[in-house]
């Protein structure tokens, strides 16, 4: 267990290390998890399996964003009601956590069993194609109880102060995908089936492991089932905190459906094949600053509730300078291999030509991504929902969809790979402004001083 109280700069320093490390070891885990898998497809599967699961994979996310949604947002009350020394409280919120995920697990998995044909229908692509996508999405999204309680799980562990054993339990799923992985797609040629029942069953092992933690009495806060009903009083307030986390999943949903789109117009199925590498590799710098945010969250939600400023604003700001760093890190390590990267995949010709191309005109928007990920997560730790909603929504539904409009209509497909940088400078900068106006001291969102 990790003791959030610090004596001094330096303690706190390696307070926020320990926090930070540990997440953004997890989601560099979850990244290269996602890259193993399309490792594998595309030796076993080919173009064909890798722009299957990249036409499915955005639909699966909504089980992510649904567990990331309670897990970050009943996590942060539940920070918040330790640092007031309110034990109890914080174990009904995480009763209502659980009872959440199981709600969740049942409207998932039926109303996307239902829609998923119709979605994927969508698509000017290929009855082959389209049989494959559906395959992958089908087993992910009728299974999604399992990453719907590893995301809200991993959450619950790390705001209860375990961010390390939260990443050994992520790195046990990590390590079981890969050898299930090569054993279904190459052992046995189940193809994209075969790399479905690989992630089903390692999020599996992830979300007992978790779950185990609170009722294996090690944790800080115990899992207790007596008057679960009344615990869903506070289904609300979780859900209110969670609007951004849920939305920051969303929107690498949205992100990936418009560019499957965009890339299908301006590229035809080649184009669409060479997005699914693209949208194998952006999302790892990605993760690495929701890592940043996610590993600061417990932090400042903590000295939120136990009513500390300076450390909070502090240690945004380590959050900010880190996300920052990391972002010009991945940025010019995306420069120098991206030549190499559509061979990984086994991709060649002119399909590896047109991702490696718009890799590079990808690369320089992950300074720009960290500077909006800490903001928004910032603002969701202290229960600003107002600020922190906006700035995850206006991308996927305002910014990106406008540069993805305009950008192809004068350079084609390059307008296509171009559209995630310009888009995150925008929202970059309108995170900028609304921190410059609140150190004017003009408060921004209306809920700025409404008690959680």
Known sequence: MVAFKTKNYKEMS???????????ASQLLSGVYTIVDGFFVGMGAGDAGLAAIG??????????????????GGGALLSISRGRGRERLAERILTSMVMLMVLASLLVSLSFGISLPKLIGTFNISEELSRLSLVYGLILLLFSFTQI?????????????YPRKAMYIMVSGFVLNIILDWLWVLVFPFGV????????????????????????????????????????????????????????????????????????VYGGEQGIAAYSVISYVIPVGIMLQEGVAEGTQP???????????????????????????????????????????PGFFSMSGTTAAIATRGLILASPMFPFVGIAKVGASYYQSIGRSGNSSFLTYVDPLVILPFF???LPLFWKLDGVWLSMTF??????????????????????????????
């Not at 390696?14 to 953004?24: D, E, I, T, Y």
């Not at 309680?149 to 102060?161: E, P, S």
């Not at 604003?313 to 120098?336: D, E, H, N, P, Q």
């Open 299 to 341: 932090l400042i939600s903590y000295y939120h509730g136990a009513s500390l400023p300076a450390r909070r604003k502090l240690t945004v700001r380590m959050g900010f300078s880190s996300a920052f760093g990391i972002g010009l890190f991945c940025s010019a390590a995306l420069l120098v291999s991206a030549g190499y990267i």
């Open 423 to 452: 888009a995150n400078i925008v929202l970059s900068a309108i995170l900028i402004t609304i921190w410059f106006v609140e150190s004017r001291g003009v408060p921004v969102d209306a809920l700025a001083h409404k008690n959680i």
């Open 14 to 24: 390696l307070l926020f290390c320990r926090f930070v490390l540990p997440a953004l």
């Open 55 to 72: 036409i499915a994979y955005p639909f699966t996310l909504f089980a992510t964003a649904v567990g990331a949604g309670i897990g970050i």
């Open 149 to 161: 309680f590893t995301m809200g799980l991993l959450g619950a562990v790390r705001n209860d102060g």
């Open 193 to 264: 089936a075969g790399a479905a029942g690989a992630t089903v069953l390692s999020q599996l092992l992830t979300a007992v492991l978790f779950f185990y933690h609170f009722i294996g009495g090690r944790s800080n806060v115990r899992l207790r089932f007596k008057n679960v009903w009344r615990s869903l009083a506070f289904s609300g307030r979780i859900i209110t905190m969670g609007i951004s986390p849920f939305g920051v999943q969303m929107a690498a949903a949205l992100t990936m459906i418009m560019h499957n789109w965009q890339s299908l």
């Open 404 to 406: 993805l409009w305009l």
